[in-house]
Antibody, heavy 124, light 108 residues
């Protein structure tokens, strides 16, 4: 049974960075893409980007290009999402998510498995 | 990128009634790579349907999906109390995968 466990809530100042982790268990880590999806308060879901650990290269939604970095550590089966230059509009719950089949490009899969979410609050 | 428009924004129905949710894409969704999720307050989304019409593991058969091209539908045949939630569609046929804005199904 695949399980994704995320790091805890964060409170950050505008202009700073945040790094959220997502530890996977219960399955093969390297061959499956891990994506990051965020949800602002009362809003919908937004795909930010993803990585296929065995390839090591991430791809990002255009909106977040230059501000987000997604990495993966195969030795610990953990994916990371770092968002920089934080502003109040980045206040959201950030989810990691994974599908059930190996794919070639992160973001082109449906998400069977989700982390519990990490609330990131950006406030001065 | 493909834009998904969900309608209606809110659906007010009673338990036992049928719910029909729509998801329209700005361009054709490749190979019917369309998924539906249910989300309850404070919870992560739960996958209901993938490939436009295939139910995910453990999903009751009162949930069904249909459609192709640019028009997709999620139908809940008879609403149970636990079905009142927000529903999102997602296309994953082309990168970046995108989500619709959601439909809230509320108790009338």
């Amino acid at each position: 049974q695949v399980q994704l466990v995320q790091s805890g809530a964060e409170v950050k100042k505008p202009g700073s960075s945040v790094k959220v982790s997502c530890k996977a268990s219960g399955g093969t880590f390297s061959s499956y893409a891990i994506s990051w999806v965020r949800q602002a308060p009362g809003q919908g879901l937004e795909w930010m980007g993803g990585i296929i650990p065995i390839f090591g290269t991430a791809n990002y939604a255009q909106k977040f290009q230059g501000r987000v970095t997604i990495t993966a550590d195969e030795s610990t089966s953990t994916a990371y999402m770092e968002l920089s230059s934080l502003r109040s509009e980045d206040t959201a719950v950030y989810y990691c998510a994974r599908g059930d089949a190996p794919i070639a490009v992160a973001g082109t899969e449906y998400f069977q498995h989700w982390g519990q979410g990490t609330l990131v609050t950006v406030s001065s | 990128e493909i834009v998904l428009t969900q309608s209606p924004g809110t659906l007010s129905l009673s338990p036992g009634e049928r719910a029909t949710l729509s998801c329209r894409a700005s361009q054709s969704v490749s190979s019917s790579y369309l998924a539906w999720y249910q989300q309850k307050p404070g919870q992560a989304p739960r996958l209901l349907i993938y490939g436009a019409s295939s139910r995910a593991t453990g999903i009751p058969d009162r949930f069904s999906g249909s459609g192709s091209g640019t028009d997709f539908t999620l139908t809940i045949s008879r609403l149970e109390p636990e079905d009142f939630a927000v529903y999102y569609c997602q296309q994953y046929g082309s990168s970046p995968g995108t989500f619709g804005g959601g439909t809230k199904v509320e108790i009338k």
